[in-house]
């Protein structure tokens, strides 16, 4: 779950939102671990293994590894150089992360041979100057009176005026 709160400093919607279903999926699994499932084997006791599947059940071992058991020795005999070496680790893991700028590309990210860029180049091209909403209007004169004031009347007052 702290894994997934790194995602909400990303400050796009899509993050939050999928880091949200994660952490609240995680701590639904975790309540679930701690209460439901030490019940349910308590109340199973010895018949716990009854429902084991055949196949996998019969592969089984008893008994330990020795790969762990060699892995745990070290770890215990020497506790402090084990966690430095395991920090080591995970930080170098995490370099390449440090490069990373998480941006909203938007149009910048389309590749430009798609038919919408190509649109979207040519209305860049007609009405430069930013998002504002483009109107095109088709008249013999457009600097005629009566089109001037058409243009005047249609236009909402919320609208930012282009120059």
């Known amino acids: 779950m702290t894994a997934m709160a790194g995602m909400f400093l990303a400050g796009n919607a899509v993050f939050s939102s999928l880091a949200m279903g994660t952490m609240l999926v995680v701590a639904v699994a975790v309540l679930g671990s701690v209460t439901v499932l030490p019940a349910l084997i308590a109340t199973l006791g010895d018949r716990v293994e009854r429902g084991r599947v055949p196949i996998i059940a019969g592969r089984r071992r008893h008994g330990s590894s020795r790969a762990w058991a060699y892995v745990i020795d070290r770890v215990l005999r020497v506790p402090a150089l084990s966690l430095l070496v395991s920090a080591g680790v995970l930080v170098a893991l995490a370099i390449p992360t ?11 990210g389309l590749p430009p041979n798609l038919a919408i860029m ?32 058409a243009i005047i009347a249609w236009r909402r007052p919320h609208w930012p005026v282009a120059r």
Do not use: S, Y
């Open 98 to 108: 440090l490069g990373m700028h998480t941006v909203n590309p938007g149009f910048v």
């Open 118 to 149: 190509q649109t979207f180049d040519r209305m860049q091209r007609a009405f430069p100057g930013g998002p504002i909403p483009a109107v095109v209007v088709e008249a013999k004169n457009v600097t005629a009176p009566t089109v001037q004031r």
